[in-house]
Nanobody
Framework: QVQLVESGGGLVQAGGSLRLSCAAS????????MGWFRQAPGKEREFVAA????????YYAQSVKGRFTISRDNAKNTVYLQMISLKPEDTAVYYC????????????????????WGQGTQVTVSS
């Protein structure tokens, strides 16, 4: 079992920045690939970014590429999502997720690949 707790959300103006954190507890964090998803009101949950357990591979949704950066600190059992140049369309609840990884380069992108989810943190970008 892995418990995930997100933090760092809030209200920011368009063009601003935020850094989300996801603290993990439970099983060995470094054996899990990690991802971020988001869900805007009235929309389905969508993939944002993911990172391999080693941190050596990352993958981004096209809509955030070049603006968001996912990283992890296995010593702190934490994964981060640095967001810059935020847009109103980035407004959503952001969820952290963990996927059991069987190889160091595994970077899942589909929600059903992830076994554990956090409760989410709200990000609101005003225009």
């Amino acid at each position: 079992q892995v418990q995930l707790v997100e933090s760092g959300g809030g209200l920011v103006q368009a063009g601003g920045s935020l850094r989300l954190s996801c603290a993990a507890s439970g099983r060995t964090f470094s054996s899990y690939a990690m991802g971020w998803f988001r869900q805007a009101p009235g929309k389905e949950r969508e993939f944002v970014a993911a990172i391999s357990w080693s941190g050596g591979r990352t993958y981004y949704a096209q809509s955030v590429k070049g603006r968001f950066t996912i990283s992890r600190d296995n010593a702190k059992n934490t994964v981060y999502l640095q967001m810059i140049s935020l847009k109103p369309e980035d407004t959503a609840v952001y969820y952290c997720a963990a996927a059991q990884a069987y190889s160091s380069d595994y970077v899942p992108q589909r929600s059903f690949d992830f076994q554990y989810w956090g409760q989410g943190t709200q990000v609101t970008v005003s225009s």
